[in-house]
């Protein structure tokens, strides 16, 4: 059975649909507990951090997508190529340590934030209380279970942002 389903990110909406048993998902913010196993998702756990390691968390449950965003919201935000953020509307989050210093940035008149540490500036995880949890990959200290699912918004990326694979790789500092 299919169910179709949008995630919304920034001002984006990405309309997909999931090949699966479609009474074993709420979408909004039901605990998966139970139904998991039925659905044959696996029940993960990841923990993450910030630079400086005053801010901790602890995600427990199934991760819905994972999206490599080249608009330049995520481009400016990221100082990057794209935003590589991990979504759930599931899971269980919590700050372990430091949640004092996680603040969020809403872009007026649009749906994009971005949540950091006040102190060194990293990319934390955006809370939207019953809706979804989004999770800069880069932001969990542990293996990941799942691939990128899709680079988005491919339209807007930057110029330079091409044919990676061919450019020249160092396992550490170039000589
Ligand atoms: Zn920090
Ligand atoms: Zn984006």
Redesign the pocket.
């Known amino acids: 059975m299919v169910v179709k389903f949008i995630i919304t990110y920034g001002n984006h909406r990405i309309l997909g649909r999931w090949l699966q048993v479609p009474n074993l998902y709420k979408l909004a913010g039901a605990p998966l507990v139970g139904a998991r196993s039925k659905a044959g998702t696996r029940t993960m756990k990841y923990s993450g951090s910030?630079?400086?390691?005053?801010?901790t968390f602890e995600l427990e449950g199934h991760l819905s997508g994972f999206f490599l965003c080249h608009c330049s919201r995520c481009r400016k935000a990221t100082g990057s190529a794209h935003g590589a953020n991990l979504f759930s509307k599931t899971a269980t989050f919590r700050w372990v340590s430091?949640k004092e210093?996680a603040k969020t940035f809403r872009l007026e008149g649009t749906r994009f934030a971005r949540t950091f540490?006040d102190?060194?500036?990293?990319a934390l995880p955006t809370v939207e209380e019953n809706v979804r949890i989004v999770v800069p990959a880069g932001s969990v200290d542990c293996d990941v279970d799942r691939r990128p699912d899709a680079h988005i918004f491919m339209s807007s990326k930057a110029n330079w942002d091409k044919d990676f694979e061919q450019v020249a790789k160092f396992e550490g500092l170039p000589r």
């Open positions: 910030c630079l400086c390691k005053k801010v430091g210093h540490c102190v060194c500036g990293s």
